[in-house]
């Protein structure tokens, strides 16, 4: 018991630099969102806590939720977008995979909103 013990330990110490090297960013290619910071501070974009309380609001909100988490071709990623509906205007938001799937959300969104006003600012994902 006590041998697999040391064996365990002795392997996670050896293990341990790997993982953290993988987890090191690369300081040639910081990360950036300067300008992504700025503009979601402005208060000219939609955040959750913009989502309208009123329940035609909600119900919308709620129904393209559903929508899009039950869309088995999307992925998690895309099923995690904010959805704020606010006043009749449906802002979609945040990263997905690719265009198709911002398409996809957008026609979902659209299906599913009755008479209210999509604004699709989903971004496709810069692939690595």
Request: hydrophobic share 40%.
């Amino acid at each position: 018991m006590k041998r697999l013990a040391l064996s365990l330990i002795a392997l996670a110490a050896l293990a341990l630099p790997a993982i953290a090297q993988k987890s090191t960013p690369n300081p040639n290619t910081a990360a950036d969102n300067t300008g992504r910071n700025v503009r979601d501070r402005s208060g000219e974009t939609k955040t959750s806590g913009d989502q309208s309380e009123s329940p035609d609001d909600i119900k919308t909100s709620a129904a393209i939720r559903r929508a899009v988490v039950g869309d088995g071709s999307l992925s998690m990623t895309a099923k995690n977008v904010k959805i704020i509906t606010a006043n009749g205007v449906v802002t979609l938001r945040g990263p997905v995979q690719s265009a198709a799937e911002k398409a996809k959300i957008g026609d979902l969104a659209k299906k599913n909103a009755g008479k209210a006003k999509i604004d699709n600012q989903l971004e496709v994902k810069a692939t690595k």
